[in-house]
């Protein structure tokens, strides 16, 4: 008789704390898998494209 009520003891304490232990392995994980910085994801540079003379208005060479 006191088995089964340990077990139902270990199974309430089991319920009780589920969405505690939920919650930390989740923010473990996300935690984990997020780089440090945005250079860690994106191995690429991003640039503004300019013409061959520095100007970036084309509208006044073409009219001009």
Known sequence: MTKRFEKYGELLVRAITYPLRATIG????ID????????????FEIKKKEEKDGN???KEKASG
Do not use: Y
């Open 56 to 58: 970036t208005n084309t």
């Open 32 to 43: 984990k898998s997020t780089p440090d910085t945005l250079e860690d994801c994106m191995p």
């Open 26 to 29: 989740v923010c473990r994980c």
